[in-house]
């Protein structure tokens, strides 16, 4: 009993020594600017972006949404002298109401016969 004890506190401890040893392989990062990734820090908010694409054509986009705003971002460009921008924001307070409502109609009395 007392040897098969120290071998299993033994291989334990060998088996804890290798694992702290061990490193898994280091992959080189390669930053070309392009990129991706998403936020959520909370039920009623959240943020995303990205730069895809390569050197001849790439778009890039931003958007975050908090609480009652949101707004977003996008570019895109190529080699062909394409480029182009679009910014978006909308921001609605809890007690929301359109600004623009249609005008009540208005009536007119037939014009009298001469």
Do not use: C
Request: aromatic fraction near 18%; proline fraction near 7%; charge should be negative.
């Amino acid at each position: 009993m007392k040897t098969s004890l120290a071998i299993l506190v033994l291989g334990a401890l060998v088996a804890a020594v290798m694992a702290d040893e061990y490193a898994p392989p280091a992959y080189p990062k390669k930053y070309d600017g392009y990129f991706q990734y998403a936020n959520v820090p909370s039920e009623k908010e959240y943020e995303f972006g990205y730069n895809r694409g390569n050197a001849g054509h790439h778009t890039s986009r931003y958007e975050q949404s908090k609480d009652h705003r949101f707004r977003t971002k996008v570019k895109w460009a190529d080699t062909y002298d394409g480029y182009g921008e679009h910014y978006w924001e909308y921001n609605h307070g809890n007690g929301y109401a359109p600004a623009y409502s249609e005008p009540a109609p208005v009536y007119e009395s037939a014009p009298a016969k001469y």
